[in-house]
């Protein structure tokens, strides 16, 4: 009975140890996840400015139409939006910022 007592708690302990593995994943998924976005934020963000630059289209010959700048502006939103991720920006800037992570004593 003894014997059959020390097993059961140490099936009870390699459970928990289990379990408590199991959540320290499911968190370091959750939180990979939520840097991944982020980084792919960023990535837009830093899309976004070049898109700026390179979409300048002041020409005096043509009038501006109403509204133009804020159409203008949501177009390149959605288009940062769209190409964030595929850069390489965010990729590079999620790997460093996990190999700083593991290096946190």
């Given at each position: 009975m003894i014997n059959n007592n020390k097993a059961m708690l140490e099936q009870y302990h390699v459970s928990?140890?289990?379990s408590e593995e199991k959540l320290k994943a499911l968190a370091q998924n959750k939180n990979d996840k939520l840097l991944k976005e982020q980084t792919d934020s960023f990535e837009a963000l830093l899309l976004k400015f070049m898109l700026d630059t390179a979409m300048k289209m002041d020409n005096?010959?043509?009038?501006?139409?109403?509204?133009?700048?804020?159409?203008?502006?949501?177009?390149k939103d959605t288009l940062s939006k769209e190409l964030s991720g595929n850069f390489g920006?965010?990729?590079m800037l999620f790997n460093f910022l996990k190999e700083q992570e593991k290096q946190k004593p």
């Open positions: 928990k140890l289990a005096p010959l043509y009038p501006k139409a109403p509204g133009d700048e804020i159409y203008t502006s949501m177009y920006y965010s990729e």
